[in-house]
């Protein structure tokens, strides 16, 4: 069996193998013992490492080492969401075990099924032909909507988080975070933190949001366009489900010469424009038309300060992926084309 994208285990991120092996055997079903451990080379939050023993492989997620933001890294939040998801219609991969004890590995850590598909990092799939394009969106839009489908209080989420006031609360954690994690002066920063709080749309709704719903947290099927997980769910809550929405089509707005950019794409590309990927969400959740700005400048807003943190960890020693300064550079052009959408001018 074979898992792609997978490193040695770095440096930073090392721990003891063998008080892992002993703490798992007799806890997690069908492990009797492990004969190697790799890391994903992805992911920005929180370090994740295939294990492997048996001829099987079970995936372990867990914080990061080193001082931490207050509230980041939540990995018992992850596993409790998809614990709960599971049986409601999403595409979860199994979770086997939690451990908050910090003396086995260092942080606290849970373990899950790993889930054998495609992982397309690049939204621009540049290796896809047209048509499956079409098809790798829509259903990115489909198991979004049916995220949002989800009543919280029936999956027993109910107290996840705390229902209204999404983006003012939001807001005001990601202004904080940009604070503590700040490595230099980016004025389109400040004005959005003067701008957003003062113009969020009227109406308020809750549902369970993934907080980071972008194609490279997806997992397609090996043989069919068909979302079979999605994965990182740290900045889950409950929230407004057009802040998860914003998030996914903020790279409409992005040119493609900055991360996750796919603006000015020609309809025979094969990937959709941004009106009709927010009218067929909007079909799908029985929601009226909506102008989706505000949601993309906000969503642009909270990744610049994310990438900052992602940057400020790396500067630390303690980042979860080998590419942090790259991310970190992205804070300034997210901030950038953001405060641009808002003022009414072309980012």
């Given at each position: 069996?074979?898992?792609?994208g997978?490193i040695?285990?770095?440096?930073?991120?090392?721990?003891?193998?063998n008080?892992?092996?002993e703490?798992?055997?007799?806890?997690?079903?069908?492990?009797?013992?492990?004969?190697?451990?790799?890391q994903?080379?992805?992911?920005?939050?929180?370090?994740?490492?295939?294990?492997?023993?048996?001829?099987?492989?079970?995936?372990?997620?867990?914080?990061?080492?080193?001082?931490?933001?207050p509230?980041?890294?939540?990995?018992?939040?992850?596993?409790?969401?998809?614990?709960?998801?599971?049986?409601?219609?999403?595409?979860?991969?199994?979770?086997?075990?939690y451990?908050?004890?910090?003396?086995?590995?260092?942080?606290?850590?849970?373990?899950?099924?790993?889930?054998?598909?495609?992982?397309?990092?690049?939204?621009?799939?540049?290796?896809?032909?047209p048509a499956?394009?079409?098809?790798?969106?829509?259903?990115?839009?489909?198991?979004?909507?049916?995220?949002h489908?989800?009543?919280?209080?029936?999956?027993?989420?109910g107290?996840?988080?705390?229902?209204?006031?999404?983006?003012?609360?939001?807001?005001?954690?990601?202004?904080?975070?940009?604070?503590?994690?700040?490595?230099?002066?980016?004025?389109?920063?400040?004005?959005?933190?003067?701008?957003?709080?003062?113009?969020i749309?009227?109406?308020?709704?809750?549902?369970?949001?993934h907080?980071?719903?972008?194609?490279?947290?997806l997992?397609?099927a090996?043989?069919?366009?068909?979302?079979?997980?999605?994965?990182?769910?740290e900045?889950?809550?409950?929230?407004?489900?057009?802040?998860?929405?914003g998030?996914?089509i903020s790279?409409?707005?992005?040119?493609?010469?900055?991360?996750?950019?796919?603006?000015g794409?020609?309809p025979?590309?094969?990937?959709?424009?941004?009106?009709?990927?927010?009218?067929?969400?909007?079909?799908?959740?029985?929601?009226?038309?909506?102008?989706?700005?505000?949601?993309?400048?906000?969503?642009?807003?909270?990744?610049?300060?994310?990438?900052?943190?992602?940057?400020?960890?790396?500067?630390?020693?303690?980042?979860?992926?080998?590419?942090?300064?790259?991310v970190?550079?992205?804070?300034?052009?997210?901030?950038?084309?953001?405060?641009?959408?808002?003022?009414?001018?072309?980012?």
């Amino acid at each position: 069996m074979t898992v792609q994208g997978l490193i040695e285990v770095r440096g930073a991120h090392r721990f003891d193998e063998n008080a892992l092996a002993e703490y798992l055997a007799g806890r997690l079903p069908g492990f009797t013992r492990l004969d190697r451990i790799r890391q994903f080379h992805g992911g920005q939050s929180n370090p994740t490492f295939a294990l492997e023993g048996d001829g099987a492989i079970w995936v372990l997620r867990k914080k990061p080492p080193g001082e931490l933001l207050p509230s980041a890294h939540a990995v018992d939040r992850e596993y409790r969401v998809q614990a709960a998801l599971r049986d409601q219609g999403v595409p979860v991969p199994e979770m086997y075990l939690y451990c908050d004890d910090t003396a086995i590995i260092g942080t606290p850590f849970y373990v899950m099924e790993c889930l054998r598909g495609r992982v397309f990092e690049d939204p621009l799939l540049p290796d896809v032909e047209p048509a499956d394009r079409t098809a790798l969106y829509d259903a990115m839009n489909r198991t979004l909507a049916a995220i949002h489908a989800v009543d919280p209080a029936a999956a027993g989420l109910g107290d996840f988080g705390r229902p209204g006031n999404y983006f003012a609360r939001q807001i005001a954690r990601w202004t904080k975070q940009w604070e503590l994690s700040r490595t230099r002066e980016v004025p389109e920063m400040d004005r959005l933190i003067e701008w957003l709080p003062a113009n969020i749309p009227p109406g308020d709704e809750t549902s369970v949001v993934h907080g980071d719903y972008r194609l490279g947290n997806l997992i397609i099927a090996p043989d069919r366009p068909e979302v079979i997980g999605v994965l990182d769910w740290e900045l889950s809550t409950l929230g407004h489900p057009l802040g998860d929405l914003g998030y996914n089509i903020s790279g409409f707005q992005i040119p493609q010469s900055i991360r996750h950019g796919i603006m000015g794409l020609p309809p025979e590309y094969g990937i959709p424009d941004q009106a009709s990927y927010v009218a067929d969400y909007c079909r799908r959740s029985g929601r009226k038309p909506i102008d989706p700005h505000f949601y993309v400048a906000f969503s642009m807003f909270r990744f610049a300060a994310i990438a900052e943190g992602v940057l400020a960890r790396g500067l630390g020693g303690n980042a979860s992926s080998a590419n942090a300064q790259e991310v970190g550079a992205q804070t300034v052009p997210y901030a950038r084309t953001a405060w641009a959408l808002v003022a009414g001018s072309a980012p």
